[in-house]
């Protein structure tokens, strides 16, 4: 991708998103990479879906009216505005910041994926 390119797609990029920063542990990035990458996705990818499972059961199975968006070729975490203001209002109505929030989404999605190659890899699934 030449300098041009690169540089329209950045301007896109501001105007179409908001960006996020996640901050984890050390040595969780990595185990949030494999795991997102033993499922085939992304890391955005990956915490776009927590994010949006964590809304829907904290909205008591509401699905949530956000569009996910991928991983761009400049990488990071892009989020649209409309996800933004679930993000705002599922957090608020949690009682947390979005930044605790989506650690928490995120955590709570692992466990679950890890739970659910548990019970895949003893019995084929149910």
């Given at each position: ?12 990029i ?34 776009n ?16 009216a ?25 957090s ?7 930044g605790?929030?989506l ?16 019970i895949?890899?003893?019995?084929g699934?149910?």
């Amino acid at each position: 991708m030449g300098k041009a390119s690169t540089k329209a797609q950045n301007k896109y990029i501001q105007k179409a998103y908001d960006r996020v920063n996640l901050t984890l542990a050390k040595g969780e990035k990595e185990v949030l990479q494999a795991h997102a990458a033993a499922r085939g996705e992304s890391v955005n990818g990956f915490i776009n879906r927590a994010i949006a499972n964590q809304i829907e059961r904290d909205h008591g199975g509401e699905v949530a009216a956000a569009t996910m968006t991928q991983e761009s070729a400049a990488g990071g975490l892009e989020i649209t505005p409309d996800l933004l203001e679930v993000i705002r209002g599922a957090s608020e109505a949690a009682g947390e910041a979005p930044g605790e929030f989506l650690a928490r989404a995120v955590q709570t999605q692992a466990e679950r994926d890890t739970v659910a190659r548990r019970i895949s890899l003893k019995g084929g699934g149910l």
